[in-house]
């Protein structure tokens, strides 16, 4: 069936605790306004015929059973019926067959409807297998105009069907189809019923005889249609139950010779219909009915719902097929009105969508004045206003939130991990936030990177819904014998209920045309941000230049970006030469990975080379000075830095002396292949921490032909291993590259220590003294 529910065996007795999961397609009874016949093909054998078969045609359904179809109709219309099952195409484009038995002597016109039916046994395990199937002969006793002919049924509709083609709102084609199915079937009541999105159902249109009460904008709840019900009105278009009171008439024998399975009457026009409906109906004064499927796209819409007060009623096969074609055409025409309006609004959605995002690649203008501009994200999808926070900067336009809810939204959206967020009961769902349901009962948000979004919002709006019978009240006890059985509510009078804590819906066209901003938001923001890294890198990179060239020393430098994609960072180094012929060597690691990182790394290299030149004091006394500098001009920076000064003795040998903050000590290569750590004894407190923090300075004296190693952390260490070890690693490498150029040494080392690239920034200063 639908797939939506687990159905009961067929045979269990139905109330409304179960009448969800009633077997409504295998009832094993048809409505005794005709009768029933299953025939096997080619042989023409009859199977199964319904109890009532004498009623009709004067035949025992005992004495049909094995028969031939000639024996049980007669040569001529068993005929009649071979040629048209033998003919190509669907069965029902055919129907209905017209046939005239001879009964008792007597001439009986009939309309025979046919269709065929899969057979299936239980646990059959060949469902790719093409199915065995038997051929279902449904006869009705004539009424109406004969011959049948679509030129007749198309004749009874004409008029309106041109009607239909002119109507220019969608109330007009409910009024016109209500009308014209009315005085087509003769029905004391015609209405067009259309569902929500959860299959409750409101009354759009009706037609009636005078007297009776309208049921004109009443709602019903889903329920009363269970999802089996919905399933067949959407394979079987029309539905006549022409007595509610009438004594169904088994089919004999109940299960199919060929499976052992009741038979499915899907496609039946005479099938049997659920106890509970027809109870339910006629809790209503209701004592026939008809039910024609409204479609779009294959999926249940509505119905023309048809009910008739004064006695049964039983509009022929003619009139129904007539009926069938004005819901079909209403359905299309309906899908033409939906697809115009969609048409319209998506054009005009594109239009605001491609003017937004061809305005975000403008990047000299800040996003979210673009987003709030005009057009603004409110002409995209609509709402009371709208918030949003990009690239640093927030703002909104309509109406605006209390101070704070707009973030802590966006946070508890960002939590749930979906791309897009969509609710209409946002204090139901997430009262912790305590948003306001005034403005922001319902959001629509889209959670970015870092904290980013975009948030629509929409207030509470109060609706006041006309049930016909209290929805929470669908059923009523009734004591039957020794048990109680769940019946059918019997009061349908108007019963209004105020609907609260709910805005307008976010719809699935909305919530897909904001899935699109924001691909098209976080392209723009990527590519705004590649910007942004590729001026940090050009910076980056002017700063990070080439060391001065002096004959006494060989200078050597390396900048390598992490392997991620902003390739900049906080790392530096910096070498510069003194008046008094000392040469100042900077190593430096900003805290931080990213474009701020790199600015702060500019700003504290220009403070440094500014403290430091053509100043006497030592390396300490300067980084103390820079580390005021930092407090004092509020930079909010964090780096570890070395400072070294190299200053030429007379016997060529050179002293170095160096102060740290919180960085890793120099590396020196000594002539004969010894490499050590230069122990300068516990090192101070990265800048940016404590600007009193006691710092002091180092003197080593490094003779000619030593190598002096300077670099930041990233050389060093790997989630992968301790710090000690890559420490030993970067000796052991310069103790095979020692007498090797400072330039290859420099490539070696890192060849060695971060052969795939590093996964921080990575700093190397190598100094070799040579008189």
Not at 98 to 104: H, K, N, S
Not at 191 to 197: E, G, L, N
Not at 404 to 414: E, L, M
Request: glycine share 8%; hydrophobic share 40%; net charge negative.
């Amino acid at each position: 069936m639908s797939g939506e529910v687990e159905l009961l065996p067929p045979g269990t007795p139905i109330d409304l605790s179960n009448c969800e999961r009633e077997p409504i397609h295998v009832p094993g009874s048809i409505q005794p306004r005709g009768v029933l016949l299953t025939v096997d093909e080619p042989g023409q054998v009859v199977q199964q015929a319904s109890r009532n078969l004498a009623d009709l045609i004067g035949v025992p359904w005992e004495s049909a059973l094995g028969r031939s179809l000639a024996e049980v109709l007669g040569v001529p219309a068993a005929d009649a019926v071979a040629r048209s099952a033998s003919a190509f195409g669907d069965l029902r484009e055919r129907n209905p067959i017209e046939l005239t038995l001879d009964v008792g002597g007597q001439p009986v016109p009939v309309d025979a409807i046919l269709h065929r039916v899969a057979l299936r046994a239980a646990g059959d395990a060949t469902p790719d297998l093409p199915a065995v199937t038997t051929l279902v002969v449904e006869l009705e006793p004539a009424r109406g105009p004969r011959p049948f002919s679509f030129p007749n049924t198309y004749q009874a509709v004409r008029g309106t069907v041109g009607e239909l083609n002119r109507a220019s709102s969608l109330q007009e084609l409910y009024d016109i189809t209500a009308r014209a199915v009315q005085s087509l079937t003769g029905f004391d009541r015609v209405m067009v019923y259309r569902y929500d999105a959860d299959y409750n159902g409101e009354v759009v249109a009706e037609a009636k005889v005078d007297g009776l009460n309208s049921f004109l904008g009443l709602h019903y709840p889903a329920s009363d249609i269970p999802a089996q019900a919905r399933a067949l009105y959407e394979k079987n278009w029309i539905r006549l139950i022409s007595d509610v009171d009438y004594a169904p008439a088994p089919i004999e024998p109940t299960a199919h010779p060929a499976t052992g399975e009741p038979l499915d009457l899907t496609y039946s026009t005479l099938r049997s219909v659920s106890p509970i409906h027809c109870e339910y109906l006629g809790n209503m004064g209701v004592r026939a009915s008809m039910s024609i499927s409204l479609l779009r796209d294959d999926r249940l819409w509505g119905l023309i719902a048809c009910h008739h007060y004064a006695g049964t009623h039983a509009p022929p096969f003619a009139t129904r097929a007539a009926a069938e074609f004005l819901g079909s055409t209403l359905s299309l025409r309906l899908v033409d009105r939906a697809s115009e309006e969609e048409v319209h609004r998506a054009l005009r959605v594109r239009s605001t969508l491609a003017w937004l995002t061809a305005a975000t690649l403008d990047e000299d203008r800040p996003l979210t004045d673009t987003l709030l501009g005009s057009p603004s994200l409110l002409d995209l999808i609509p709402g009371e206003g709208v918030s949003v926070c990009l690239q640093g900067a927030a703002g909104s336009r309509g109406a605006p939130l209390p101070e704070g809810i707009a973030a802590a939204v966006a946070a508890w959206a960002a939590g749930l991990g979906d791309d897009v967020v969509a609710t209409d009961a946002l204090p139901a769902l997430a009262p912790q936030l305590g948003a306001p349901v005034d403005v922001a009962c319902g959001v629509l948000v889209l959670p970015l990177l870092e904290g980013q979004y975009l948030l629509w919002h929409r207030g509470e709006t109060v609706q006041q819904i006309d049930w016909g019978g209290d929805p929470d009240n669908k059923a009523i006890a009734e004591r039957e014998g020794d048990e109680i059985r769940l019946s059918p509510r019997k009061s349908f009078e108007r019963w209004r209920e105020t609907v609260r804590g709910r805005s307008e819906a976010w719809t699935p066209q909305e919530i897909a045309e904001a899935t699109e901003l924001r691909t098209h938001l976080l392209e723009a923001l990527y590519a705004r941000q590649r910007s942004i890294v590729r001026a940090a890198e050009i910076l980056q990179r002017s700063l990070l230049s080439d060391p001065p060239s002096r004959p006494d020393l060989r200078m050597a430098v390396r900048y390598v970006p992490a392997t991620r994609e902003a390739q900049v960072g906080g790392d530096w180094y910096d070498v510069f030469t003194q008046p008094d012929g000392s040469t100042v060597l900077v190593i430096g690691d900003v805290v931080g990975h990213d474009t701020a990182a790199a600015a702060d790394m500019a700003q504290l290299r220009g403070l440094l080379r500014g403290i430091a030149y053509d100043n006497a004091a030592g390396p300490a006394c300067v980084l103390g000075r820079l580390d005021a500098a930092i407090e004092g001009l509020g930079l909010g920076a964090m780096a570890t830095v070395l400072l070294a000064r190299l200053t030429p003795g007379v016997d060529g040998r050179v002293t170095v002396r160096w102060a740290s903050a919180g960085h890793l000590p120099p590396l020196v290569v000594d002539p004969d292949g010894t490499v050590r750590v230069l122990d300068g004894g516990r090192p101070g407190l990265l800048l940016g921490v404590s600007p009193g923090a006691h710092r002091s300075d180092t003197d080593t004296v490094l003779a000619d032909g030593s190598t002096l190693v300077l670099c930041t952390d990233g050389l060093v260490e790997r989630r992968d291993q301790l710090f000690d070890t890559g420490v030993e690693r970067l000796r052991d490498a310069l103790a095979e590259l020692r007498s090797a150029p400072v330039e290859e040494v420099c490539d070696g080392v890192l060849a060695q220590l971060v052969p795939d690239g590093a996964e921080d920034d990575v700093a190397l200063v190598v100094v070799r003294l040579q008189s």
